[in-house]
Each structure stands twice: as C-alpha cells, then as structure tokens.
C-alpha cells in the first residue's frame, strides 16, 4: 500500500473516550489497536507519527486523561488506544497501583484487541514492567510489536546489536507472538514497517479493497 493510502486510514481519526479505573470503555465490537509504554518512551511521538497527526497524543494528556485508558475512532468500528504511560514517578501511589488492574484487565479481556504496540527506548534495557506486559499478551495470544524507540541516538552498528539482543531476549522466553522493530518518530526510521503491522491488525486492507 502507499504512504499515502496508508495514511488515508488515519484520516478521520477523532478522541472517543477516556476510561479513568472503574469506568466503562465502549462497546467491545470491530478491531483496535493499544499503545502501551514506559513514560518518556516515545510513545506519544509514535502514536503522532504513525497517524500522521501531531497533536493527537496531546488529547491523552489533557488532566485528568493521563491516568486513563484513552479511544480514538478511526470509523467503521477500528480504534487507536492510548494506554497511560507506566512508571511515573510524580505520580501518586495511589493512581499507580490502580495502573495494574487496569491494563492488566484491559490486555485480558478485551475482544476487539487486536495487537499490542510496546515502545521501549532503545537505549534500555527490559524491565519487569515490559515482562508484565509481554506476559498479560501471552496469556490471551495476543500479537505484540516492541518499538525500540528514539533509534537516531544510536549509530548504525550499534542499533543493530540492540536489535540482535532484544531478539534474543524475546526467543530465550519462547515470545514468538512478539515482533521487535528499530523505530524513530523524529528520522522515520521504521515507521512505514510498524504501520503496515497497525494497518495489517485493523484489517484495513482486506476492508477498504476494492470488492
Ligand atoms: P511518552 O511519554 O512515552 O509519550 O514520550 P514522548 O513521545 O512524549 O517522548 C519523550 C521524549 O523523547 C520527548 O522529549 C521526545 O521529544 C523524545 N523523543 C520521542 N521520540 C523520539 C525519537 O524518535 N528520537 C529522539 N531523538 N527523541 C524522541
């Protein structure tokens, strides 16, 4: 598909709803696509690149949306989902432990999720956050792309050994539901590839081909 067309998919993309813990999220119908990622990942910026929209994660850092899980519509029952960013310091105790439940509940059950996209800056190591996560999807066999995020700070050499190792990391824990991709939202570095895989999990494609 061109960029172009591929873009296109993103058109109409418009903030459905913020679901703070306890809340209802909207009906569990079509397909949709979550972002989860430490804060400060780059998450955002990817969410902004991928869309081709710059403000579009500032509509999940309005107060009171950061803590929540926030929807976007792109029509025909597709949805983009901004998870809050996890392992903020400043952020209350109280509303961090809330973070668990929330997400871990969300990746389990929820039967219009379609793939998960994890950014990791590339410069670090895997926690047991990202573990968590990775383990949430596994229990639901549910497709994850780890973006290694801000890849321009690394030299070419270098970005490849990251790659190598996070490769490694994923096969030694038998992830095979689990892709892991260099990514820059500031260079384009991967972006067209994590783009395709959003576009494959929406099933943009097989919906907007000519019948
Ligand atoms: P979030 O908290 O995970 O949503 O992260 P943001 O998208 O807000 O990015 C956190 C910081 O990393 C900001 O200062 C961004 O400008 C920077 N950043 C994000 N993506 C990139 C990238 O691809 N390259 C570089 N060099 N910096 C980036």
């Given at each position: 598909?061109?960029?172009?067309?591929?873009?296109?998919?993103?058109?109409?993309?418009?903030?459905?709803?913020?679901?703070?813990?306890?809340?209802?999220?909207?009906?569990?119908?079509?397909?949709?696509?979550?972002?989860?990622?430490?804060?400060?990942?780059?998450?955002?910026?990817?969410?902004?690149?991928?869309?081709?929209?710059?403000?579009?994660?500032?509509?999940?850092?309005?107060?009171?949306?950061?803590?929540?899980?926030?929807?976007?519509?792109?029509?025909?029952?597709?949805?983009?989902?901004?998870?809050?960013?996890?392992?903020?310091?400043?952020?209350?105790?109280?509303?961090?432990?809330?973070w668990r439940?929330?997400?871990?509940?969300?990746?389990?059950?929820?039967?219009?999720?379609?793939?998960?996209?994890?950014?990791?800056?590339?410069?670090?190591?895997?926690?047991?956050?990202?573990?968590?996560?990775?383990?949430?999807?596994?229990?639901?066999?549910?497709?994850?792309?780890?973006?290694?995020?801000?890849?321009?700070?690394?030299?070419?050499?270098e970005?490849?050994?990251?790659?190598?190792?996070?490769?490694?990391?994923?096969?030694?824990?038998?992830?095979?539901?689990?892709?892991?991709?260099?990514?820059?939202?500031?260079?384009?570095?991967?972006?067209?590839?994590?783009?395709?895989?959003?576009?494959?999990w929406?099933?943009?494609?097989?919906?907007?081909a000519?019948?």
């Amino acid at each position: 598909m061109a960029k172009r067309d591929s873009l296109a998919a993103f058109h109409a993309i418009r903030f459905l709803q913020s679901v703070p813990f306890g809340v209802r999220p909207p009906a569990d119908r079509g397909r949709e696509v979550a972002f989860a990622g430490r804060s400060n990942s780059g998450k955002s910026s990817a969410l902004n690149a991928l869309t081709g929209r710059r403000g579009l994660a500032r509509a999940s850092r309005t107060p009171g949306r950061t803590q929540a899980i926030n929807f976007f519509d792109l029509g025909d029952e597709t949805r983009l989902v901004d998870l809050p960013g996890y392992g903020y310091a400043k952020v209350p105790e109280a509303l961090q432990r809330q973070w668990r439940p929330l997400i871990e509940d969300y990746l389990q059950h929820r039967d219009s999720l379609s793939g998960l996209m994890l950014t990791v800056d590339c410069r670090r190591e895997p926690t047991e956050l990202e573990t968590l996560l990775l383990d949430w999807c596994a229990h639901s066999a549910m497709p994850v792309r780890l973006l290694l995020t801000k890849a321009d700070k690394l030299g070419r050499g270098e970005a490849a050994t990251v790659l190598r190792r996070w490769r490694a990391w994923l096969a030694e824990q038998g992830r095979t539901q689990v892709e892991v991709q260099l990514f820059s939202s500031q260079t384009g570095t991967g972006i067209d590839e994590a783009r395709e895989a959003l576009l494959d999990w929406l099933n943009f494609r097989q919906k907007k081909a000519p019948a």
